[in-house]
C-alpha cells in the first residue's frame, strides 16, 4: 500500500523541481550505483526565507554543501545517498559584515552550511539508512531536540508500508511554556521552544541515567503539551509508537516548511 503524494496531489513548484532533478540525475542512477539514494525536495511555504541544514549520518557526504537558501514559495531538491538522518531548520538568519551567519535558532557554528548538527532548539526530520535487506525506510520528525519551525515530511514514489506523512504542522512557539521559549527579533517574540531536557538537563526529561528506557521515561507534562500540539512528530525519546513510520526503502521525501500556510 503507498498513501503518499503523488504527481497529482504534488504542489506544482515541487513538482516541476522533483522532474528536473529526476532528468538530470537519472543517467547517474543508472550508471553510478546510487541506486538507494533519494530525492529530498524541500518546499518553503513560509512568509519569510529559511536556511535548511542537511546533516549527512556518520560516514556520509556532506549534501548540497550542508544547506541553502530557500525564499518563500520556493522549493528545491538533492540527491542524497540514504542520509543517516537529515536535520532541516536554521531560521531567521543574518550575514553581517564580518560575513558570517547570525541565525536566531539551528545556528551551524556561524555558517549557513551546515556540515555537523545546528544547535538546538530545531526541527529536526530524520531519514534513518536501512540496514542490509531491509526494505522499508523509517522516517519521523523529531521535538526531542526542541521546535524552530513547522514541518512535516512527506513520502513519494514508495511502496509498502503505511507511507503516511510526519511532522508538526502546529505553531507550537504560540503555546511554549515560558521557562522553554527563547526570544528574538526587535519585537522580543519566541522564536523556538526548547525541549525540557534541553531546558532543565534533569534525567527524567532526558531519558539517561536511571530513567534510560522505555520502561522508566515516561511521557511528562511538557512532552504531552509537544505531543497534543503535534502528534505525528517526537515528543521525547521513547515516544516511538505514534511518532515513526514506515515507507519502502526506494521512496524520497517532501519537507514542506510551514505546511499550514496557504
Not at 537558501?69 to 538568519?93: K, N
Amino acid at each position: 500500500m503507498s498513501v503518499g503524494l503523488t504527481a497529482a496531489t504534488m504542489p506544482p513548484v515541487v513538482k516541476k523541481v522533483v522532474m528536473l532533478l529526476t532528468m538530470v540525475t537519472a543517467g547517474v542512477v543508472l550508471s553510478g550505483g546510487v541506486g538507494e539514494g533519494a530525492t529530498l525536495a524541500m518546499y518553503n511555504k513560509c512568509r519569510e526565507t529559511v536556511w535548511p541544514g542537511i546533516q549527512p549520518g556518520a560516514g556520509k557526504a556532506v549534501v548540497a554543501r550542508g544547506g541553502m537558501r530557500l525564499q518563500p514559495g520556493t522549493a528545491t531538491s538533492v540527491r542524497c545517498a540514504r542520509p543517516g538522518r537529515t536535520g532541516l531548520g536554521p531560521q531567521g538568519c543574518a550575514r553581517p559584515r564580518t560575513g558570517r551567519a547570525a541565525c536566531a535558532t539551528g545556528d551551524c557554528g556561524g555558517s549557513l552550511f551546515c556540515d555537523g548538527a545546528a544547535a538546538p532548539p530545531r526541527t529536526l526530520a530524520r531519514i534513518p539508512s536501512p540496514r542490509p535487506r531491509q526494505s522499508q525506510d523509517f522516517y519521523d520528525v523529531s521535538l526531542v531536540d526542541g521546535y524552530n519551525i513547522p514541518m512535516s515530511m512527506t513520502p513519494f514514489r514508495g511502496t509498502g508500508g503505511r507511507c503516511a506523512s510526519a511532522g508538526c504542522v502546529s505553531d507550537l512557539n504560540e503555546v511554549c511554556p515560558a521557562g522553554l521559549a527563547v526570544r528574538g527579533g526587535a519585537d522580543n517574540r519566541v522564536v523556538a521552544c526548547k525541549s525540557a531536557c534541553s531546558a532543565f538537563g534533569a534525567p527524567q526529561y532526558c531519558c539517561t541515567g536511571s530513567y534510560g528506557s522505555p520502561q522508566q521515561c515516561k511521557p511528562t507534562a511538557y512532552s504531552r503539551l509537544f505531543k497534543t500540539a503535534c502528534p505525528k512528530a517526537y515528543s521525547y525519546a521513547y515516544d516511538d509508537p505514534t511518532s515513526i513510520q514506515t515507507c519502502g526503502a526506494g521512496a524520497s521525501y517532501i519537507v514542506t516548511f510551514c505546511p499550514h500556510y496557504r
